[in-house]
């Protein structure tokens, strides 16, 4: 899909991702729910922060770079609906954009902690108890969206406070600016959160003792039960369904790529090599293993030497795997993390939406030749 066409929403070739570890922001993935909006002023577009906050405030982004201390995190961002294709074809038909596996990307974000910024406007932090009902909404307001006027979400204020410093306005990605597709000049980033909660083009902050009702939050990123097969049987369901928060553990097989013809090692391996990424705040990854025999064994994976140590970011793993010559192989990954989450299972649960697919990373139909 081109630049000029609205949406934009567009993904790399997967193989791509795996030759390097901080995603470029020129081959990163594009999300959007309508048009781009016009280029903003990287010092003066503001932010506003009220609600429920004892001072409101508005900030402009040079405020928001000379007046906190910034931050560094470095961490994966993951569209809900990655891999929505496996689930698709793999079990069965589902409402989305058709995205494969590289509706991801692992960047190295900076600005001000979003924390210290609620608490400039006198937002309380203190007690689990003060903050339980609170939520924090994000909203851009730049361009209309397909289904609404604007684009909000919200996430609980505990979601936040866990992610704690880690949480941030981001200003720059991989030590330079935010280009305008990527929500230059003011950005959310919540690590381990699923990437829609990370609001583009951030321009109001509200907290509230209510979820968003803006229809992304309410209609849309939920993991609606295997009976809510279309949208008539699904309106029963979208105001009992919680949205979709963490992201789940996953992992994907970059190389191969479905349908290739590749040739065995002399010893009649094939070198595998994909991406993993742990759950939510569970990071980081500790295993990959590789199958090329349907799950009946497994060789573990050599993790790559990561530039972070940041239990948020993705993993770039290569296994070296015994496989027979011949048509219609397949391979399969399956990923661990530090809080034991693992992929369990060869099919993840079907929705309706497609969202938060993590059955085992896989190719298929490959053409084997013997060295």
């Known amino acids: ?20 570890f901080l995603t470029p922001q020129d081959i990163s993935y594009d999300r959007n729910h309508g048009p781009l909006p016009d280029v903003l002023d990287g010092e003066t577009h503001s932010v506003q922060i009220s609600g429920l906050v004892r001072t409101p405030i508005t900030l402009t982004v040079d405020q928001l770079r000379s007046e906190f201390e910034q931050h560094e995190v470095t961490c994966a961002l993951e569209c809900a609906g990655n891999r929505r294709h496996t689930m698709r074809t793999l079990i069965k038909e589902v409402q989305g954009i058709d ?15 979003l924390l210290d910024v609620l608490e400039r406007a006198g937002l309380p932090l203190g007690s689990e108890a003060s903050r339980s009902n609170l939520h924090v909404a994000f909203a851009s307001h730049q361009s209309k969206c397909t289904d609404e006027d604007h684009f909000e979400i919200s996430v609980p204020l505990d979601v936040c406070v866990r992610v704690g410093k880690d949480a941030i306005l981001a200003l720059g990605v991989n030590d330079t600016i935010l280009d305008h597709k990527h929500g230059h000049p003011i950005r959310v980033v919540l690590p381990g959160v699923v990437g829609v909660r990370w609001v583009k083009w951030l321009d109001q ?56 013809t590749v040739r065995l090692s002399p010893t009649g391996t094939l070198k595998v090599q994909g991406y993993a990424i742990p759950q939510g705040a569970d990071g980081p990854v500790v295993s990959v293993r590789v199958s090329g025999d349907g799950g009946e064994s497994w060789t573990e994976a050599e993790l790559a030497e ?31 993390d530090a809080a034991g989450n693992s992929q369990e299972s060869e099919h993840s649960q079907w929705n309706l939406r497609g969202v938060g697919y993590s059955g085992y990373g896989r190719v298929m139909n490959l053409t084997l030749v013997q060295p």
């Open 99 to 113: 995205w494969g596996d590289a509706a991801i990307m692992n960047c190295k974000w900076s600005g001000p902690c």
């Open 306 to 336: 990561s530039e972070s140590k940041s239990k948020w970011c993705w993993v770039l793993w290569t296994a070296n795997v015994k496989m027979i010559p011949g048509e219609e192989r397949h391979i399969l990954s399956c990923a661990t």
């Open 1 to 20: 899909m081109g630049d000029n066409e609205q949406p934009l929403n567009r993904e790399p070739p997967t193989k791509a991702l795996i030759n390097h």
């Open 205 to 260: 902050i509200l907290i509230q003792d209510h979820e968003s009702p803006n229809i992304y939050q309410q209609r849309d990123y939920k993991i609606l039960p295997p009976d809510a097969v279309d949208s008539e049987s699904a309106e029963q369901h979208w105001h009992r369904t919680p949205p979709m928060y963490d992201i789940p553990i996953n992992s994907a097989i970059a190389s191969p790529a479905d349908g290739e």
